[in-house]
C-alpha cells in the first residue's frame, strides 16, 4: 500500500491523498488496530477543555428576550431589566458557567439594551454591527500573535443572533429589514417571532409566510439548519420550513394534568410552552441547542470570521497571488509592503523636508520684511526724536534770551532806583541844612 501510494509523481500523490475513496485499493486488517478509537478521543478531550456558545440576542424591549433565555437554558440568569429611555443602543454581555451532566458550557448572552427606543432608528443597527466586528478583531489579533494561547482563550465571537420580531401580524418593521441585512454576512442569525401567543393560529401562519416572503424579496440571508448530513438532514429540512418560529416564554411552573410544566396562565386559558401544538419553542430549543449548537459554532469560524479575516487582511496588503496570479507567499507579501511602506515613507519624508524648506524661506522672508519696516519705524523715529529735539533746544535757546534781557532790565532798573535813592538824600540833606541856616538867623 505505501509503495503505491509513493509511486508515480508528485501531482499524482498528492491526489491520492486529497481523494482516499478514488482509485485505491481497500486492505482488510489482519487484527485490531485501534484507531476507531479516535472519535471517543475527541470527545475525551472535548468534554475535558468543555465547551463555549454566545447567543446575541436582538429585539425591541420587552419583547421577552431575558424571558426566553431563560426558559431555553432551564436557569434564571441575573440581569436587570431594561427601560424604555435609554438615549441609544447599548450592547450588554454576561457570561455564565453550565453544567450538564459532565458536559461544562461557558454561555456568553448579548443583549441590545434600548434597541428600537429611539425616534430616530436610523443607527440603531451600528452598535451591533461595531460589536461582532470587535469580537472578530480579538480574535484575529489573537491568531496573529508569535505566542498563541487559542487552547485557553475565550472564543466571544457570536455564535447565534435571535432576532425577536414583533408580533404585529402584518410586516416586518423597516428597522428590522435594515438590520438583519447588516447582519447577515456577520451571523448566524435565527428570526423569531416572540410572544406568539398575542396573535391567533391563522394570524401567525399569515405572518410567517409574510415574514419570509419579505426577507427573501430584501435578499436577507439567515441561517438555513444543515442538511448535508444525513443524520439530521431529514429534521433540519423540516425544520427550515418552519422558520421563523414563533415562540413563547414562561419561567413559571403550573400544575397540568399530573405534571409541572412551564407555561402561562391567562384568564381565557393557558399557553404550555413545551406544547408543539402551542408555540414553536421546543422546535427553537431543538435546533439552536440539541442538533446544531456545533454547526452554528464551525459556521462562525469557516464562514463568518473568515469573510472578516479575508477582508481584513486585504484592507492591510496581503494577498495569495501576485499581479501574474501566480502563488505569493506571506513572506513576499510583507517584503512587497513594507518596501511599499519605506518607499511611501521616503516620499513622505521627502516632501515633508521640501515643505520645511518652503516654511523657512517663507519664514525668513517674513523676518526681513519685519526687519525692513522695524528699520524704516526706527528711522522715522529717530528723526521725529531729532526734530522734537531741535524745537525744544530752539525753545530753550529762546527761553535763555529772555531770561537774559529779562535780568539786564532787572539790573538797569536796580541801578535805576538806587541812583534815584542817593539824588533824594542829598536834596534831603540840603534842606536840612537850609532849615539849620534859616534857624541861626
Known amino acids: 500500500m505505501e509503495a503505491e501510494a509513493n509511486s ?49 440576542c436582538v429585539g425591541e424591549t420587552g419583547l421577552g428576550k431575558s424571558t426566553l433565555m431563560d426558559t431555553l437554558f432551564n436557569t434564571k440568569f441575573e440581569g436587570e431589566p431594561a427601560t424604555h429611555t435609554q438615549p441609544g443602543v447599548q450592547l450588554r454581555s454576561n457570561t455564565y458557567d453550565l453544567q450538564e451532566g459532565n458536559v461544562g458550557l461557558k454561555l456568553t448572552i448579548v ?37 498563541r494561547v487559542l487552547h485557553n482563550y475565550h472564543d466571544s465571537r457570536i455564535h447565534a443572533c435571535l432576532y425577536f420580531i414583533a408580533p404585529t401580524g402584518h410586516s416586518l418593521k423597516s428597522l428590522d429589514l435594515v438590520t438583519m441585512k447588516k447582519l447577515d454576512s456577520k451571523v ?24 419570509t416572503s419579505e426577507l427573501v424579496s430584501n435578499g436577507v440571508q439567515i441561517y438555513q439548519f444543515p442538511t448535508d448530513d444525513e443524520s439530521v438532514a431529514e429534521i433540519n429540512g423540516t425544520m427550515n420550513a418552519h422558520l421563523p418560529f414563533a415562540v413563547i416564554g414562561s419561567t413559571e411552573e403550573l400544575k397540568i394534568g399530573n405534571k409541572m410544566m412551564k407555561a402561562r396562565q391567562y384568564p381565557w386559558g393557558t399557553v404550555q410552552v413545551e406544547n408543539e401544538a402551542h408555540c414553536d419553542f421546543v422546535k427553537l430549543r431543538e435546533m439552536l441547542i440539541r442538533i446544531n449548537m456545533e454547526d452554528l459554532r ?9 469573510l472578516y479575516r479575508r477582508c481584513k487582511l486585504e484592507e492591510m496588503g496581503f494577498k495569495d497571488t501576485d499581479p501574474d496570479s501566480k502563488p505569493f507567499s506571506l513572506q513576499e507579501t510583507y517584503e512587497a509592503k513594507r518596501n511599499e511602506f519605506l518607499g511611501e515613507l521616503q516620499k513622505k519624508e521627502e516632501e515633508m523636508r521640501q515643505m520645511f524648506v518652503q516654511r523657512v524661506k517663507e519664514k525668513e522672508a517674513e523676518l526681513k520684511e519685519a526687519e525692513k519696516e522695524l528699520h524704516e519705524k526706527f528711522d522715522r523715529l529717530k528723526k521725529l526724536h531729532q526734530d522734537e529735539k531741535k524745537k525744544l533746544e530752539d525753545k530753550k535757546k529762546l527761553l535763555d534770551d529772555e531770561v537774559n534781557a529779562f535780568k539786564q532790565r532787572k539790573t538797569a532798573a536796580e541801578l535805576l532806583q538806587s541812583q534815584g535813592s542817593q539824588a533824594g538824600g542829598a536834596q534831603t540833606l540840603k534842606r536840612d541844612k537850609e532849615k539849620k541856616n534859616l534857624g541861626f538867623l
Open 298 to 306: 464551525e459556521q462562525t469560524h469557516s464562514r463568518h470570521y473568515e
Open 188 to 211: 448566524n442569525i435565527i428570526p423569531i417571532i416572540a410572544k406568539s401567543d398575542a396573535i391567533s393560529k391563522s394570524e401567525l401562519t399569515k405572518f410567517k409566510i409574510k415574514i
Open 8 to 56: 508515480g509523481s508528485p501531482e499524482d500523490s498528492w491526489a491520492f491523498i486529497q481523494k482516499p475513496g478514488e482509485g485505491c485499493r481497500t486492505v482488510p486488517l489482519a487484527g485490531h488496530v485501534g484507531f476507531d478509537s479516535l472519535p471517543d478521543q475527541l470527545v475525551n478531550k472535548s468534554v475535558s477543555q468543555g465547551f463555549c456558545f454566545n447567543i446575541l
Open 111 to 147: 443583549s441590545t439594551v434600548g434597541f428600537g427606543d429611539q425616534i430616530n432608528k436610523e443607527d440603531s443597527y451600528k452598535p451591533i454591527v461595531e460589536f461582532i466586528d470587535a469580537q472578530f478583531e480579538a480574535y484575529l489579533q489573537e491568531e496573529l500573535k508569535i505566542l
